[in-house]
């Protein structure tokens, strides 16, 4: 009997990653030979690494910039090279399906995907669908939305509604552990702070502004990004982590509230969680507004509060979270209301139904 054999691909941040990382182990438990292309230098990499089981393959990829860029004339290159690296590896590999999460990477292995004759399948977290996949979205046999508000803007023939892809393990926390991680005591309200796999420069320096503040009514961790760790503000009650991984679960046990971006993976494991949220999304200036638009949608139904980066001072972000703490058992009500999917296994069947056997 042939080996069954399944690649995976998406990267560029930790969202385009994480729903990979809830649904590879499914098929590395039931046998299948999995494989997973992205980028040279990317946040994928290491987290796609850490994984038993699973061979990682670097291609060229392009950044798909919005704003003028020299580097814009270069990436077309770029991505035809990442093409056909795909490509090859795609015909070495003869994959029954190919799953996307989405990233400027997933672009060349769709198109590749297309040429081989192999089907692939996409999933697309946020509200909108991003250039990535409104670039692939031609190349794929199957879209799955996790916002029920996205099919308007997807191709009705190939979308699904599937609801958030939530990993496990997030409810797998250990109190004890988080307490121990960060020196906390049970004696005062935890505030999650996180601005993205990357971090957020604008968040880490309006939290350190008005820290003393802050810490006055919360213990406070803070996931800052790669080197934004500042030992110059180091004392009780405040910890600082680049990134978090495996211990992030018991984190979240001990953690009351969060503030953070509005990537939609991120946003609705928050919800999942039950955490009281203040939301920060990206501006339209740095983006192409889907975290607004996530964060907007959150907020009608009650889940979070919102403050826009552009309205990102020491006040509004003292008053904000005062606001949030306020309000958290009518937000925990709301979030009661709100029922975690089977998403998982939804995305599990879709790639199953898609797969190719010889």
Known sequence: MK???????GGG?????????????????????VDYIGSKNGIEKDLIQSLRGVT???????????????ENFKDPFKVLNGTGQAHRIIGKKKPAVIFSKGGFVSVPVLAAAKMRGVPAVIHESDYTPGLANKLAIPFARKVLATFPETMKYLPEEKATYIGAVVREELFQGERNKGYKL?????????LLIMGGSAGSKKINDAVRDNLDTLLEHFQIIHICGKDNVDTAYEQQGYVQFEYVQDELKDLFAITDFVCSRA??????????????????????????????LNARSF???????????????????????????????TIREKMLEYQVSEAKQKVIDAILQQAKWD
């Not at 080996?3 to 691909?9: G, L, N, R, V």
């Not at 393959?57 to 020299?70: A, C, Q, V």
């Not at 907020?299 to 949030?324: F, H, I, M, R």
């Open 263 to 292: 990537g939609a993976n991120a946003i609705f494991e928050f919800l999942a969680l039950r955490k009281p949220m203040l939301l920060i999304p990206l501006s339209r200036q740095a983006s192409r507004g889907d975290q607004i």
């Open 3 to 9: 080996e069954k054999q399944i690649i995976f691909t």
């Open 56 to 70: 990682y393959h670097s291609i060229s990829t392009g950044k798909l910039r919005r704003y003028f860029s020299i």
């Open 182 to 190: 960060t020196g906390f005591t049970g004696g005062k309200d935890v």
């Open 13 to 33: 941040t930790a969202g385009h990653v994480m729903v990979n990382l809830a649904i590879i182990p499914y098929f590395l438990e039931n046998g299948w030979k």
């Open 299 to 329: 907020e009608k139904q009650g889940y979070c509060k919102v403050l826009e980066e552009e309205d990102l001072e020491k006040a509004s972000l003292e008053e904000k979270l005062l606001a949030l703490k306020k309000e958290k058992y």
